[in-house]
């Protein structure tokens, strides 16, 4: 059984903690990471200069920040389907934001 392997190709900061992320299947995913910023690693990119020194990892091809924080590329690229898990998540790691 094979699995697709998804690459982040490029991205643009289009506002605080929001990327638009682009895809090498032609995909294009416009995130808003705030909602899921919890967590012993995310929470940290709660601060803005942290998180806008997004890049991508040219070994692995995804989002990663200089805290060790990234995110699977085949997650992000078909976020829709996993957005609201990680909102969950988040909010059992940070009751504050429940």
Not at 43 to 72: C, H, K, M, S, Y
Request: negative net charge; charged residues 25%.
């Amino acid at each position: 059984m094979t699995h697709p392997i998804y690459r982040v190709h490029s991205f643009e900061i289009v506002s605080a903690y929001t990327l638009r992320i682009h895809f090498d299947d032609g995909v294009e995913q416009t995130i808003d990471f705030r909602p899921i910023l919890a967590g012993e690693l995310y929470t940290e990119l709660r601060n803005l200069e942290l998180f806008n020194q997004v890049r991508i990892d040219p070994e692995v091809q995804t989002l990663v920040w200089p805290n060790g924080a990234d995110f699977d590329p085949a997650t992000l690229d078909d976020w829709p389907a996993h957005e609201q898990a990680f909102i969950e998540l988040a909010r059992r790691w940070d009751p504050v934001q429940a």
